[in-house]
């Protein structure tokens, strides 16, 4: 039986335990904070920090449960274990449990907000925010600074003023994956629909993806697998990821 450490996003919590505990092998899970998306840089430090913790021989792989996250995961270093990340642009891919569906979404409706059960309860006070289809973070960024700074109902005013809720989203998806009781987050997102104006639909989750990553399931078109010493790097295809050694210049 091989024994892989996952690291995830909170985002993804309940999703990646319910694969995990039904996976032919030894799955250990730690949890990333959420929002760091919003700061590639800082979450590609502590991505790479947790993969520098892990002593030699203590997993057969690292499973990065990420996709790109604009560019949180490129550039990280396989040192001794190797690593496993999805071909996927955000965990909208991983929620949706594909990159084509994920693509005829985004076709069809490229201003969309998304919102879950794992994301919405671990949110602080820009709970009502969810995550952008598009500009994943930045939006994310800029209204929890004014609810920090002006409370929630200026914050709401603020960028209604600035035009950004308007002009890029139209849009209101809830993904239910099955992994809890989720109606009441599902409210909140009927209610944020409501009053921005916005269509509301709702859209089942498929923890497919989620499921091959932690079974080992590792299909070169769905998974980058980062030998040790060697760095993900963005491809110019439709792979979105590849590898290339260390000794690379960035």
């Known amino acids: 039986m091989s024994h ?3 690291l995830t996003c909170e985002a993804l919590a309940r999703s990646i ?3 995990s505990a039904a996976a032919p092998h030894a799955i250990s899970v730690r949890l990333v904070r959420q929002g760091l998306h919003n700061a590639p840089k800082t979450l590609r430090a502590t991505l790479q920090e947790q993969i520098d913790a892990v002593a030699p021989g203590a997993f057969d792989a690292i499973l990065l449960a990420y996709g790109l996250c604009g560019t949180s995961t490129l550039g990280l270093v396989a040192r001794h274990t190797p690593l496993v990340l999805p071909r996927a642009h955000d965990c909208i891919t991983l929620y949706l449990g594909g990159r084509q569906r994920y693509q005829a979404e985004f076709e069809a409706h490229p201003g969309t907000y998304w919102y879950s ?3 919405l ?3 602080g006070n820009g709970a009502s925010v969810g995550l952008g289809a598009a500009t994943i973070g930045a939006m994310d960024e800029i209204y929890a600074e004014y609810v920090r700074k002006y409370g929630q109902d200026n914050a709401d005013y603020l960028m209604e003023v600035m035009g950004e ?3 890029h989203y139209d849009r209101a998806v809830y993904i ?3 992994t809890g009781d989720g109606q009441v987050y599902e409210r909140m997102a009927q ?3 409501a009053r921005r104006g916005w269509t ?3 859209r089942q989750g498929d923890l497919r993806l989620l499921r091959r990553l932690v079974c080992g399931e590792w299909a070169p078109d769905e998974f980058l697998v980062v030998p040790a010493g060697w760095r993900i790097r963005q491809s110019s295809g439709d792979d979105l990821v590849d590898v290339e050694p260390v000794d690379t210049e960035l």
Do not use: I, P
Request: proline share 0%.
């Open 4 to 6: 892989y450490l996952a």
């Open 17 to 19: 335990y319910a694969v």
């Open 117 to 119: 059960l794992d994301y």
């Open 121 to 123: 309860e671990r949110s």
């Open 165 to 167: 809720w308007g002009r």
């Open 176 to 178: 239910d994956m099955g």
């Open 191 to 193: 209610d944020e629909a």
């Open 200 to 202: 509301f639909e709702r």
